[in-house]
């Protein structure tokens, strides 16, 4: 069974940076889309970043202008660069693989907490 595997997260002050990486554990052979989600203690999970055959094409208008996603094709990882960060944007970030036959994956999840 393959799983993304997600690492990066931690916990950085106000106006810090971080960087999200994720990699699936074994191969996929087609993907369609790449995304990051999070969610807050109390929240839903949101939509923060999302690529489809490789072109980012959202972001959420919250995170506009400090975060970019991208993704190597060589490693096949999935990456969330992370400028500064504001407490609002402490949360369980996850990434998110759909593969070109519809098929899900999630990432377990990893913490970022902005807090001074």
């Known amino acids: 069974q393959v799983q993304l595997v997600e690492s990066g997260g931690g916990l950085v002050q106000p106006g810090g940076s971080l960087r999200l990486s994720c990699a699936p554990s074994?191969?996929?052979?087609?993907?369609?889309?790449r995304a990051w989600y999070r969610q807050a203690p109390g929240k839903q999970r949101e939509l923060v970043a999302h690529m489809i055959n490789g072109d980012s094409s959202y972001y959420a208008d919250s995170v506009k202008g400090r975060f970019t996603i991208s993704r190597d094709i060589a490693k096949n990882t999935l990456y969330l660069q992370m400028n500064s960060l504001i407490p609002e944007d402490t949360a369980v970030y996850y990434c998110?693989?759909?593969?070109?036959?519809?098929?899900?994956?999630w990432g377990q999840g990893t913490q970022v907490t902005i807090s001074s």
């Open positions: 074994g191969r996929i052979f087609s993907t369609y889309s």
């Open positions: 998110f693989l759909r593969t070109g036959q519809g098929v899900d994956y």
